[in-house]
């Protein structure tokens, strides 16, 4: 077993990396080569891939997690509605500004003609809309709709290909949040033990609560990651936000639903947002997407990342680079990097000023004793933050102050350890004494003198409960090790 000691020592980053499987990536080698090179979470995405792919993945992640003795998180993405087109003649098609081309029920019956995976599209269409092609390189707008089909205009003309997306941006449609074979995943990871479930393209927090007493009727612990790509989210963002236990700012497909202009600056709001409400936020979407073929990012693309971290985001994600990519191990190691440059910036800032008692299911005994614990450590100098959390709650509202002295996750709950990998700054320590506050500081302490992140003289400060108050974490222990 790999000590996470050892990892405080060799400063790993403060922020959390999710990595795509995929083929690239999918062997237990490449699995184990990228744990080691700095992901917390491995996404499973089932937009590609059957049930079978992804058991087998799901395993392979288990046994790389548990020969290297590292806890490490799986999130399941599902597809949700995302609506693609049919297939093309010769696999893709020529669209010149200009041309007109009919969207159609069923097959394509003359050329010109293109058909879509969401049936109901020709009846919801209406004269005006504007539709997006290719990831927003191909536009169109809708002329007319009748009987046979909706006649579009060719605004931007590109290259589409078969399966590609196609968005609405403005439209109303009706489809569900999630279809027959997102239930089924849904089942699936929820027999599985899956750590996280993204739910794609929410519209309203009705949709989050939906997904969440599926699971809880499931009997699975596993968290909602609400993605947020739709106009509809950003005008329900609190609500969303409080609904769900993770946000994700997909930026592919709200790029191409609200205008392009403005993800950055939305990206920002939801950021600050997730920060109010102590919820871990995800940025996704080609953060180093040019790795997927080439060994260094772009500096545009490294100029991202670092922004986004700046911003306060818990975790970076990559899609292809790992899933697909060339370099997956070196797309890592470059988050990885970015990371630790970026983090050095306010690595001595304190932590917030005050705590905010108006976080839900977050008692305020917890959060003032949280957030003294994050000033104490910093003022103090701590070398190491120790927090005890049965559910993972109270290490996820420490990882919002954003104390920069390295923290100590323990749990007696193996799936709250696997959670704790998504939270910022948080290293979970499996087989710690959660529930002995004085054993848990020995374990804590050989291991880290045995490591060399410990020295004599070195300050420990231990969040834990002493079970004679309504919460559980009311006291804060300050150890200095002999």
């Known amino acids: 077993m790999r000590d996470p000691a050892v990892l405080v020592a060799s400063r790993p980053s403060q922020t959390k990396i999710v990595a795509t499987?995929?083929?690239?990536?999918?062997?237990?080698?490449?699995?184990?080569?990228?744990?080691?090179?700095?992901?917390d979470v491995?996404?499973?995405?089932?937009?590609?891939?059957?049930?079978?792919?992804?058991?087998?993945?799901?395993?392979?992640?288990?046994?790389?997690?548990?020969?290297l003795g590292r806890p490490v998180a799986v999130l399941v993405d599902l597809a949700g509605p995302k609506m693609r087109l049919g297939e093309l003649p010769d696999g893709q098609l020529q669209l010149e500004r200009g041309q007109t081309v009919r969207f159609v029920r069923g097959r394509p019956r003359s050329p010109g003609d293109l058909s879509t995976t969401y049936e109901p599209l020709v009846d919801e269409l209406v004269p005006g809309n504007r539709v997006m092609l290719a990831d927003g390189t191909v536009s169109l707008v809708v002329e007319e709709v009748g009987r046979d089909g909706a006649r579009c205009r060719v605004v931007q003309g590109g290259v589409v290909r078969s399966r590609q997306g196609v968005n609405l941006p403005g439209a109303k449609l009706s489809a569900a949040a999630l279809g027959e074979a997102d239930w089924r995943f849904a089942a699936w990871a929820a027999r599985h033990e899956v750590d996280f479930l993204g739910l794609s393209f929410v519209r309203a927090p009705t949709?989050?609560?939906?997904?969440?007493?599926?699971?809880?009727?499931?009997?699975?612990?596993?968290?909602?990651?609400?993605?947020?790509?739709?106009?509809?989210?950003?005008?329900?963002?609190?609500?969303?936000?409080?609904?769900?236990?993770?946000?994700?700012?997909?930026?592919?497909?709200l790029g191409v639903e609200i205008d392009i202009a403005r993800v950055a600056v939305v990206q920002k709001d939801i950021i600050a947002l997730c920060a109010r409400r102590h919820k871990p936020v995800i940025i996704a979407t080609q953060m180093l997407d040019s790795m997927q073929h080439a060994r260094i990012p772009t500096r545009a693309e490294?100029?991202?990342v670092a922004n986004a971290i700046l911003d306060g985001a818990d975790a970076c994600m990559l899609s292809g680079e790992t899933a697909i990519g060339e370099y997956p191990r070196e797309a890592v190691e470059m988050m990885h990097r970015i990371a630790l440059a970026t983090e050095s910036v306010y690595r001595h800032q304190p932590p917030a000023a005050g705590p905010d008692f108006s976080t839900a299911a977050v008692h305020e005994i917890a959060e003032a004793v949280v957030h003294s614990a994050a000033r104490l450590a910093a003022e103090l100098r701590a070398k190491m933050v120790v927090v005890a959390s049965a559910s993972g709650t109270t290490a996820r509202v420490?990882?919002?102050?954003?104390?920069?002295?390295?923290?100590?996750?323990?749990s007696q709950s193996e799936a709250t350890l696997r959670r704790m990998c998504l939270y910022w700054g948080v290293i979970p320590l499996p087989g710690a004494p959660a529930q002995d506050g004085a054993a848990l500081l020995r374990f804590v302490t050989e291991?880290?003198?045995?490591?060399?992140?410990?020295?004599?003289?070195?300050?420990?400060v231990l969040v834990a409960g002493t079970g004679l108050a309504v919460t559980a974490h009311n006291m804060i222990v300050v150890h200095e090790v002999a």
């Open 21 to 39: 499987v995929g083929p690239a990536c999918q062997s237990e080698e490449k699995l184990a080569e990228l744990i080691e090179a700095g992901v």
């Open 42 to 67: 491995f996404r499973l995405n089932t937009a590609h891939g059957d049930e079978a792919q992804h058991q087998a993945r799901l395993d392979a992640i288990r046994r790389v997690s548990r020969a």
């Open 207 to 253: 949709e989050v609560r939906e997904l969440k007493a599926f699971l809880t009727g499931q009997g699975a612990c596993a968290q909602v990651v609400a993605k947020i790509e739709k106009p509809e989210a950003l005008e329900q963002l609190d609500e969303i936000v409080d609904a769900a236990d993770a946000i994700m700012v997909a930026r592919g497909d």
């Open 302 to 304: 490294v100029t991202d």
């Open 398 to 410: 420490l990882s919002k102050n954003r104390t920069f002295v390295p923290t100590v996750g323990v």
């Open 447 to 460: 291991r880290g003198v045995a490591s060399g992140a410990l020295a004599p003289g070195d300050r420990i």
